[in-house]
């Protein structure tokens, strides 16, 4: 089993991006298509502390089920937004990265090497053409 996993929509070039640069330091991630399989309920509230962040910073706010359901709005609390979160995954932003030195949501994509275990093994660009890291596996930004 993979020491890293990553919370994955395969339609979000963001997410698309840090697979490709989570394969590029060598390691095959567990994949969890978290539409599909999203997480328990401990399983969410955990990853949102590993992070150190708010529940609502997890929120993805351009996504119908945000404005339909009034979510700009702050009178939810947390265990409200978990649930949301919960019965409407594409809520959950994305990507959220796991790995042995911490858990991260990987937006921009390049935040992910910030948490990756091994260093990259050559040049690697985003799709849209974005250099990202050199032939040397070093960081461009």
Do not use: W
């Amino acid at each position: 089993m993979s020491k890293i996993t990553i919370y994955h929509n395969p339609a979000c070039g963001t997410s698309r991006n840090t697979l490709e640069m989570i394969r590029n330091s060598g390691t095959e991630p567990t994949v969890i298509h978290y539409l599909e399989n999203p997480p328990s309920r401990d399983e969410l509230v955990k990853l949102v502390v590993d992070m150190g962040i708010m529940v609502r910073a997890l929120l993805r706010k351009n996504v119908e089920p945000y404005e339909k359901l009034g979510l700009a709005e702050d009178k939810f609390s947390d265990e409200q937004l978990i649930d949301l979160m919960l019965e409407h995954p594409i809520l959950i932003n994305r990507p959220i990265v796991v790995t042995p030195l911490g858990t991260r949501l990987c937006r921009p994509s390049e935040v992910v090497l910030d948490i990756l275990p091994g260093d990259q093994k050559g040049a690697f660009a985003k799709e849209d053409g974005e250099k990202v890291i050199d032939v040397a596996g070093n960081r461009l930004k």
